[in-house]
């Protein structure tokens, strides 16, 4: 369950690995990933099947839509 952004948002080490096989059952659908290097900063998302099958992807492109409308 997703209660703050902190729960989809990590920042990780530049050297970390990230995690390929993450537990959708019990982790959230949508992942981000913020990692600091000398060259610049990296973001990563890592999004279920769920969200972008059909609809679901089309709702998550609408959030996108509207943080930048905002």
């Known amino acids: 369950m997703v209660t703050d952004a902190s729960t989809l948002v990590q920042e990780v080490p530049a050297d970390a690995p990230l995690d390929d096989t993450p537990d959708w059952f019990t982790q959230p659908q ?33 959030l996108e839509s509207v943080k930048y409308l905002v």
């Open 30 to 62: 949508l992942r981000v990933q913020v990692q600091a290097t000398s060259s610049g900063t990296t973001l990563t998302l890592t999004i279920s099947h769920i969200l972008t099958d059909g609809s679901g992807f089309k709702q998550y492109l609408y």
